[in-house]
């Protein structure tokens, strides 16, 4: 059983077109985020939920938008998908009372061509 | 502005020749510092946190201590299967955002 699963682990598509990326976890936990890793391995968050409400966001493009139907699942859509978006995405999950340890997923790695 | 930054960026090391991986950071009031591991192709896992200067974790062959100013990761006797990317991260008191550093690459050899 994962914890925290996403789909899907690879995505390659060309500048302009939209894609999604699900995440799900099955932890009980009540905080799910985004981070961006770039190829220097620099994760940086780019979205939090607690609750399915948004309690961080940090400066991304608005072309990123985030939607989290229940706190089980947290969704990342990206519009106009341009080259800098080449990176690995990743989705957390932590409780928020304790909110000491993020499980993360094993990443959805896109390349815009 | 909160900051962490790791080094050495790589390290290789024989097996068995103990080392320690730094992390220093920068940040007003802080609520905790943590440690991951990241193997390729894979997702951080979580391997301590530590709340308080003079603080220590201890786990199989890891060891991380905290400073006010800096965290060590001690690396007793390294097996090929530790060598991974090892990432430090610090939450702000009153935040529920982790700043991470870039990490650094250990390689144990055989």
């Known amino acids: 059983d994962t914890a925290v699963s996403q789909t899907p682990k690879y995505l390659v598509t060309q500048m302009g077109n939209d894609k999604s990326i699900k995440c799900e976890q099955n932890?009980?936990?009540?905080?799910m985020y985004w981070y961006k890793q770039d190829s220097k391995k620099f994760l940086k968050i780019m979205f939090s939920y607690n609750n399915k409400e948004l309690i961080i966001n940090e400066t991304v493009p608005n072309r990123f938008s985030p939607k989290s139907p229940d706190k089980a699942h947290l969704n990342l859509h990206i519009n106009s998908l341009e080259l800098g978006d080449s990176a690995v995405y990743f989705c957390a999950s932590s409780l928020f009372q304790d909110g000491e340890k993020l499980f993360f997923g094993s990443g959805t790695q896109l390349s815009v061509l | 502005e909160d900051q962490v930054t790791q080094s050495p960026e790589a390290l290789r090391l024989q097996e068995g020749e103990s080392s320690s991986l730094n992390c220093s950071y920068t940040v007003s009031g802080l609520r905790g510092l943590f440690w991951y591991r990241q193997d390729p192709g894979k997702g951080p896992e979580f391997l301590f946190t530590?709340?308080?200067a003079g603080e220590e974790k201890e786990k199989e062959r890891l060891k991380a201590t905290l400073t006010k100013k800096e965290s060590f990761l001690h690396i007793t006797a390294p097996k090929p299967e530790d060598s991974a990317t090892y990432l430090c991260a610090v939450r702000r008191t009153g935040t529920y955002k982790y700043i991470f550093g870039t990490g650094t690459r250990l390689k144990v050899l055989a």
């Open positions: 932890l009980g936990h009540d905080t």
């Open positions: 530590l709340y308080s």
